[in-house]
C-alpha cells in the first residue's frame, strides 16, 4: 500500500517538476522574446537642435517652414517666436500652410489651426505640438527632441529675443 | 472486366473509385480531403445556403500564400529599394505586374468574402448549436484578414502607404494604457520610418501566415467536431439524406475553384493594381484617404473623437463575439433571418440604415457644431463622449422598437439590429469611398 502511494507520489512529483521547468522555460523566453522586440530609445529623435538662423531674418509675423526639422517657425506679431510640430495632433499627418487663408491645414481629415496653432475647426483634438526654443548670441535654437503638448495658446508659450 | 458506359461525372473524376464505400476511403486516407467528412447531409450542400463564402475566402489565401511566396523573392523591404523594387517588379520582371495584381486582388476580395460569410453565418444561425468557439474563431480569422491587409499596405512605400499606416499607428496611440507602447514597437521610431517597414514585413510575411494557417485548421476541424455546418432542424419523422463527399462535395468545389481561378485572373489582367508617387513624409496627399475596407472607420473619425471611433466598432466587436450568448434560441438554426418576419426586420433595419446615416453624416457636416456649442467643455465629452452615447442609444431605440411596435423575439429584433448596423458601416464606407473628395469635404462622384 505505501509503496504505491510513494509510487503514485513521485510521478506527481515528476509532472509537477516538468510542469514547472516547462512554465519557467516558456516565461524565459518570453522574457528574452520581449527583450529583443524592445523598441530603441525614441529620446531625442530628429537629430536633436536644430539652428534656425540669426533671430533677426524672421519678420513679425511670418510662418517659415523647417521640412527637415518638421517644424514650422512661428513669429508672432508680438515678436515672441513659436516653434509648431509639424504633425497634426488628430493622427499625424504633416500639416501645409496656408499662407492666403492664414491658417495651417491637415488634408487627412480637414482639421485646420490658427496661426498661434489653436484648433480652428476639428477632428483636431488640441492645439499643433511645441518644440522647445531657446536663443543663443542672436540664433534661435529649436530643440526638436523635446516636445510639449497643449491643449490651448498661451502667451506663455512664446519666447522673446 | 467488362466494357463500362461511363458517365460525364465519372469521367471527370475518372481516377476515383465508383463505388461509395471506396469513395468514403478515398476521402478519408486523403491528406487534403480529409478535412472533409466521408458523407456530407444533402442539404448541406444547397450552394444557396453557404453561397461558398468560406470555401472561397479559403482559396483565396491560397492564392495570397502562393504569390505571396513569388513576391517574396523580389520584393526589398529597405525604405531605400521598397518603391524600386516593386516599380522593377512591375516593369522589368516577367509576369512581375501579374503576380503583384493578383496577390493584390486577392487580397481586397478576401476582405469581401470573409465579411460576405460572417453576414451569411450571422443570418442562418451558424452560431448556434455549439458552434460559439468557431464563431469567435471566425471573428479572429477576420481580424487575421484585416490585419494582413494593414501591414501589406505598407510594403510599396508610395503615398498611400505611407499616410494611411501613419493614419493607422496614431489611432493605436489614442487607445489608452497599452495604446501607446504598442504603437511605439510597431513604429520603431516617432514616424513611419526604416524600423516600421521592417516590422510590417515580417509581421506580414512570417507572423500572420503561420497564426493564419494554425487558426484556419482549427476553424474547419471546428466545423466538423460541430457535425458539419448548421442545419434546420428536421421534422418529427425526417431523416436528414447523406450522400458521399465524392463526388457531391468535391465537385462544387472543384467547379467553384476554377471559376474563381478565371474571375481572379481576368481581373488581374485587365485592372493593375494602384502604386502612387513614392512615399513622401512631408507632403500627405489631398484627400489622403485609407484603404477602402477602412473608409467606413475614417468617416467615423470625421465626425467623432478618435477615441469615440474606436470604442464604438470595438462595442460592436464585442457584441458580435458574444452573439451565441445573446442569442440562444435554437429551433430556427439553420433558417435565413430566423423567420418570416425576421426577414422583415432585417429589410426594415436595412433601410433606416441607408436613410440614418446619410442624414446624420450631413446633420453633423452642415449644421451640428458642438464642440462650438459648448466650448468649454473637453472635445472627449462634445464630439467623443455624447455622439458615442447617441449611437448606442439609438441602437437601443430600434432593438426596442423591433420588439414592442413590430412584436418580434428577441431572435429576430437582434436580426433587425444586426441588418441595421452592418448596412450602417457598408453606407459609411460608400460615403468615405464615394462621396469624399478634396479636403475631404462632401462631393458628389459624378
Ligand atoms: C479567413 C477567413 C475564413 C475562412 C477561410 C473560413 C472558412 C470557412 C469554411 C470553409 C466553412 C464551411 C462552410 C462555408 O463554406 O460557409 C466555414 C464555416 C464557418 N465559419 Fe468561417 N471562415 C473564415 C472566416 C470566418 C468569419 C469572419 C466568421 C464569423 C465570425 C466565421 C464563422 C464561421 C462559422 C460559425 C462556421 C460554421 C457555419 C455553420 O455551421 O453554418 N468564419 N468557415
Ligand atoms: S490627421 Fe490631421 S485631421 Fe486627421
Known amino acids: 500500500m505505501t509503496t504505491q502511494e510513494n509510487n503514485l507520489s513521485r510521478r506527481d512529483f515528476l509532472k509537477l517538476g516538468i510542469g514547472a521547468l516547462s512554465a519557467l522555460a516558456v516565461l524565459e523566453m518570453g522574457g528574452v522574446s520581449l527583450f529583443f522586440m524592445q523598441p530603441r530609445s525614441l529620446v531625442g529623435e530628429f537629430g536633436g537642435i536644430v539652428n534656425a538662423g540669426p533671430v533677426d531674418s524672421f519678420p513679425a509675423g511670418s510662418v517659415v517652414e523647417f521640412p527637415d526639422g518638421r517644424f514650422f517657425l512661428i513669429h508672432a506679431p508680438d515678436g515672441g517666436f513659436l516653434a509648431v510640430y509639424s504633425r497634426c495632433t488628430h493622427l499625424g499627418c504633416t500639416i501645409s500652410w496656408e499662407a492666403d487663408k492664414n491658417q495651417f491645414f491637415c488634408p487627412c481629415h480637414a482639421s485646420s489651426f490658427s496661426t498661434t496653432g489653436d484648433v480652428q475647426n476639428p477632428p483636431a483634438p488640441r492645439a499643433l505640438d511645441l518644440f522647445a526654443i531657446t536663443i543663443e548670441e542672436g540664433q534661435l535654437l529649436v530643440n526638436t527632441g523635446s516636445i510639449t503638448q497643449r491643449d490651448r495658446f498661451t502667451t506663455d508659450q512664446l519666447t522673446y529675443a | ?446
Not at chain 2, 461511363?6 to 475518372?14: H, S
Not at chain 2, 451640428?368 to 431605440?397: K, V
Open chain 2, 1 to 446: 472486366m467488362t466494357e463500362q458506359k461511363l458517365t460525364w461525372k465519372e469521367k471527370i473524376f475518372y481516377t476515383t473509385p465508383n463505388d461509395d464505400r471506396s469513395r468514403m476511403r478515398t476521402v478519408a486516407n486523403n491528406l487534403i480531403l480529409h478535412i472533409h467528412p466521408t458523407k456530407v447531409a444533402k442539404p448541406a450542400l444547397r450552394f444557396s445556403y453557404t453561397w461558398g463564402l468560406g470555401g472561397i475566402s479559403s482559396v483565396l489565401v491560397m492564392f495570397l500564400i502562393l504569390t505571396g511566396v513569388l513576391l517574396m523573392f523580389r520584393y526589398d523591404a529597405s525604405v531605400e529599394n521598397a518603391y524600386t523594387s516593386i516599380q522593377y517588379l512591375e516593369t522589368q520582371v516577367a509576369f512581375g505586374a501579374l503576380i503583384r495584381n493578383i496577390h493584390h486582388w486577392s487580397a481586397n476580395l478576401l476582405v469581401v468574402t470573409s465579411f460576405l460569410h460572417l453576414i451569411r453565418v450571422f443570418l442562418t444561425g451558424g452560431f448556434k448549436k455549439g458552434r460559439a468557439l468557431n464563431w469567435a474563431l471566425g471573428l479572429f480569422l477576420l481580424t487575421l484578414v484585416l490585419a494582413f491587409n494593414f501591414t501589406g499596405y505598407l510594403l510599396p512605400w508610395d503615398q498611400l502607404a505611407y499616410w494611411a499606416i501613419t493614419v493607422g499607428t496614431s489611432l493605436l496611440s489614442y487607445v489608452p494604457l497599452v495604446g501607446t507602447a504598442v504603437s511605439n514597437f510597431l513604429l520603431g521610431g516617432p514616424e513611419v520610418g526604416q524600423t516600421t517597414l521592417r516590422n510590417f514585413y515580417a509581421i506580414h510575411v512570417a507572423v500572420l501566415p503561420a497564426i493564419l494557417i494554425l487558426a484556419m485548421s482549427f476553424h474547419f476541424w471546428r466545423v466538423r467536431k460541430d457535425g458539419g455546418i448548421s442545419q434546420p432542424e428536421p421534422g418529427e419523422r425526417e431523416r436528414v439524406e447523406k450522400v458521399t463527399t465524392i463526388p457531391h462535395l468535391v465537385q462544387i468545389e472543384l467547379a467553384a475553384t476554377a471559376v474563381l481561378t478565371v474571375v481572379i485572373l481576368v481581373w488581374a489582367i485587365f485592372v493593375p493594381a494602384p502604386l502612387e508617387a513614392l512615399a513622401n513624409p512631408s507632403h500627405p496627399p489631398n484627400p489622403a484617404k485609407a484603404a477602402w475596407y477602412f473608409m467606413g472607420l475614417q468617416e467615423l473619425l470625421l465626425h467623432m473623437h478618435p477615441l469615440a471611433a474606436m470604442l464604438l466598432p470595438l462595442t460592436l466587436f464585442i457584441g458580435i463575439a458574444l452573439l451565441p450568448k445573446l442569442d440562444t434560441q435554437e429551433d430556427n438554426i439553420g433558417i435565413y433571418f430566423r423567420s418570416h418576419k425576421g426577414r422583415f426586420a432585417a429589410l426594415f433595419g436595412a433601410l433606416i440604415g441607408t436613410i440614418l446615416v446619410p442624414l446624420a453624416v450631413l446633420l453633423d457636416e452642415y449644421w451640428l457644431d458642438l464642440p462650438g456649442l459648448f466650448p468649454t467643455w473637453p472635445t472627449l465629452i462634445t464630439t467623443g463622449l455624447i455622439p458615442l452615447l447617441a449611437t448606442l442609444a439609438m441602437f437601443g431605440l430600434i432593438y426596442g422598437y423591433f420588439r414592442k411596435a413590430g412584436k418580434l423575439n428577441h431572435s429576430e429584433a437582434i436580426v433587425g439590429l444586426f441588418s441595421f448596423i452592418m448596412t450602417s458601416f457598408v453606407t459609411l464606407t460608400l460615403i468615405g469611398i464615394f462621396f469624399r473628395g478634396a479636403n475631404m469635404a462632401l462631393v458628389l462622384p459624378f
